[in-house]
């Protein structure tokens, strides 16, 4: 009896960490993947699998999650998270293609790209406020003159 209590207990402590998948800046990952490339901010895998089998397991991943954004490109999908987690961006590649050969690369949320986002937003605002303002000087530099009233002759 304490034997099997014993193992019980053992089999219920490690299989959880049996069956917790893989993670990387709490991004979950597709089983299998060979890495090529590591960094702190950075993690490229290569599978055997298909793009949309890739994408289809990011889709089920983020399911419940309302902070995700998917992007299709010619080329790759992009997905981004606008939450607080710490990874930014997913993207996987090979798409379109026929080949089972599909590369997902994993990229953390950092300052440069936040403050990029902000810059251009600021610099757009400006630009659009220039073209109103050019506008509305010329407009009234045409109306100035049209509504002129006409000279009389003496």
């Known amino acids: 009896m ?28 597709i089983p299998g993947g060979k890495t090529t490339s590591q960094t ?10 298909s ?27 992009f997905i981004e998270e606008y939450g607080t987690r710490p990874w930014h961006s997913i993207t996987i590649t090979n798409k379109g293609s026929a080949e089972k050969k599909t590369q997902v690369i994993i990229m953390r949320d ?15 605002v400006f630009a659009v406020l220039l073209v109103l303002y050019l506008a509305m000087e010329v407009s009234g530099a045409i109306l ?5 009233p006409a000279e009389t002759k003496d």
Not at 4 to 28: G, K, Q, V
Not at 55 to 60: A, E, P, T, V
Not at 144 to 148: D, E, F, K, S, Y
């Open 40 to 49: 702190e901010s950075r993690l490229e895998q290569s599978y055997e699998v």
């Open 110 to 124: 950092n300052w440069t790209w936040i403050m990029g986002t902000l810059t251009l937003r600021f610099t757009g």
């Open 144 to 148: 100035a003159r049209v509504g002129r």
């Open 51 to 77: 793009h949309d089998e890739a994408l289809k397991f990011y889709q089920d991943q983020f399911a419940k999650e309302k902070d995700i954004k998917y992007r299709d490109r010619s080329d790759h999908s």
């Open 2 to 29: 304490i034997r099997i209590l014993l193992c019980m207990m053992t089999t219920s402590l490690l299989f959880p960490l049996a069956a917790r998948a893989e993670a990387f800046l709490e991004a979950p990952l």
